[in-house]
């Protein structure tokens, strides 16, 4: 089970390796878009809930921040590969 597993994941990564520069640098500059906008609802939260009163708009904005981080990652990384798969050839060469 353990190796099967081990060979998918090598797969997968030998996929990745062979992505084109364009799909790679979009998957990338949406992972960093993706930490930039998490961080910062997240700081938002702690600083909401220890340094200022609680107020519910603060809140919410934050929350809508870091939900929307995650829906950045996703849409860059399925773009960049489907940007990959359309215009790429063979695995992007």
């Known amino acids: 089970m353990q190796s099967n597993l081990a060979r ?4 997968i990564f030998e996929a990745f390796g062979k992505i084109g520069k364009l799909p790679k640098s979009i998957i990338k ?8 906008l998490f961080i910062i609802g997240t700081i938002m939260v702690v600083y909401n809930r220890t340094v200022l009163n609680y107020d519910l708009y603060l809140e919410f904005i934050a929350t809508s921040i870091i939900k929307t981080s995650f829906t950045v990652l996703a849409e860059t ?12 050839g063979k695995g992007g060469k």
Do not use: S
Request: charged share 15%.
């Open 77 to 88: 990384t399925v773009g960049g590969l489907i940007i990959d798969f359309v215009f790429g």
């Open 29 to 36: 500059y949406g992972a960093h878009a993706f930490l930039a």
């Open 8 to 11: 998918k994941l090598e797969k």
